[in-house]
């Protein structure tokens, strides 16, 4: 089964709450994925799909995106921890010359692929598999980091790295433990209705954040 297939068995056609512009191969409470535990997906050989779900900070940053479309229009945009593209679509959508889907998981690349495919987008979407702490970021004039503040050391490592590049960088989260609390200043704060099943309240607000650094 290609990873396109496996995509395709596994998921439905849906919208996120926050942006409804935007279709997406998305497991829901019917699907597998939805049930698999993760020692399970390892048995098959699947990392956890975080690529499967519509993660608040990530419809956050693409509303926002959606909603300031001078944001992005014309630029060559990295949007990194891409999962599903919600985020890379968005910019796409929203006038981004051109984005570069970047994530650590190859199933995420086949979803952002069909997903781009569903909307439109995927002539100007390049997805590539990789780890973004080591990836140069000097090609791009716009940085999107959707959600992905989890653990410590990646986190710390991402920022680190986050910090040294010379376009501006926008996060979206709700507040995840390993946010960086210095050097980030708030643009934005929506409200995002969400799984009890994905995160702690059904209601959760997440907000856009800007990077303080050299491309600020």
Known sequence: MS???FVRANTVVGVSKLVPEIRLHLATEVTP????????????????????FAWVGGQALARYILDNPEVVAGLNVLD??????????????????HVTALDIDPLAAAVCRLNARLNGADGR??????DAISYDFAPFDLILVGDVCYTRGESAELTHHLRKAAAPVLLGDPGRQFLPRQ???????????????????SITKASIWRMVGPGT
């Open 3 to 5: 990873s396109e297939d």
């Open 33 to 52: 994925l939805w049930h698999a535990t993760e020692s399970y997906l390892t048995q098959i050989n699947i990392n956890p799909p975080f690529w499967a």
């Open 80 to 97: 990194i921890g891409s999962g599903g593209g919600i985020v890379a679509i968005a910019a796409v959508l929203a006038g981004a010359e």
């Open 125 to 130: 979407i390049t997805t590539e598999t990789a």
């Open 183 to 201: 050097g980030i200043r708030r643009v934005a704060t929506y409200t995002v209705e969400t799984s009890r099943e994905l995160e702690a309240a």
